[in-house]
Nanobody, 123 residues
Framework: VQLQASGGGLVQAGGSLRLSCAAS????????LGWFRQAPGKEREFVAG????????HYTDSVKGRFTISRVNSENTFYLQMNDLKPEDTANYYC?????????????????WGPGTLVTVSS
């Protein structure tokens, strides 16, 4: 699976962005998917995950109620809608996929990664 994220940019605090991740491969619908982020000088951290059918999602506490992960299997694409952005959301955001249908919160359990897309939130 090859992944390509897009949609990052510069936004003011309180604004919104939608990240997209396009995937190649025939078995996209069978993968668990996740979004992670990495701020300068920090470790990569889990942001959100979605199961293969899109019916199970999970978020890190700091983004609950503000971010929404979704997927469109027919288009081999998944998304991260980010609302009410805060300066502390500034990071490179990475999309990731894993076999086994369900997401994981652990970086090491995703074998497939896209290049990051930078999100910068100004105060």
């Amino acid at each position: 699976v090859q992944l390509q994220a897009s949609g990052g940019g510069l936004v003011q605090a309180g604004g919104s962005l939608r990240l997209s991740c396009a995937a190649s491969g025939r078995r996209f619908s069978a993968y668990g998917l996740g979004w992670f982020r990495q701020a300068p000088g920090k470790e990569r951290e889990f942001v959100a995950g979605v199961s293969w059918r899109g019916d199970m999602t999970h978020y890190t506490d700091s983004v609950k109620g503000r971010f929404t992960i979704s997927r469109v299997n027919s288009e081999n694409t998944f998304y991260l809608q980010m609302n009410d952005l805060k300066p502390e959301d500034t990071a490179n955001y990475y999309c990731a996929a894993r076999e086994g249908r369900y997401y994981s919160t652990k970086v090491g359990e995703y074998p497939y990664w896209g290049p990051g897309t930078l999100v910068t939130v100004s105060s």
